[in-house]
């Protein structure tokens, strides 16, 4: 499985960014894909995901400002996040993560345990 980021960049606080990634390579039906985010300093944090039934859990930081969503195209699943009011706290490396025979809980993304990972995008807030 080969996950490939784009979207991310830099915004005033505020403002909104779109951040897709691509899951290629993709066999089994059952999965889960989602978004961490890595600030300097600071653990990598779970923000995002959404399983294969359609399943969604975000963390508390981003509840009602950042939006996932899915579709597929070209034989790859194509997972979004669409992230809105952007917060200077925001600035962060964001990684695309996906696993396999994976249902999204209240759980999922607390711990980093994915098992495909894409090389992540910068996204700076500034104030």
């Known amino acids: 499985v080969q996950l490939m980021e784009s979207g991310g960049g830099s915004v005033q606080s505020g403002g909104s960014l779109r951040l897709s990634c691509a899951a290629s390579?993709?066999?089994?039906?059952?999965?889960?894909m989602g978004w961490f985010r890595e600030a300097s300093g600071k653990e990598r944090e779970g923000i995002a995901f959404?399983?294969?039934?359609?399943?969604?859990?975000?963390a508390d930081s981003v509840k009602d400002r950042f939006t996932i969503s899915q579709h597929n195209a070209n034989a790859a699943n194509i997972v979004d996040l669409q992230m809105n009011s952007l917060k200077p706290e925001g600035t962060a490396m964001y990684y695309c993560a996906a696993d396999d025979f994976c249902s999204v809980t209240a759980d999922t993304g607390k711990n980093p345990d994915f098992g495909y990972w894409g090389q992540g995008t910068q996204v700076t807030v500034s104030s």
């Open positions: 390579g993709h066999t089994y039906s059952t999965y889960c």
């Open positions: 959404i399983d294969s039934d359609g399943r969604i859990r975000y």
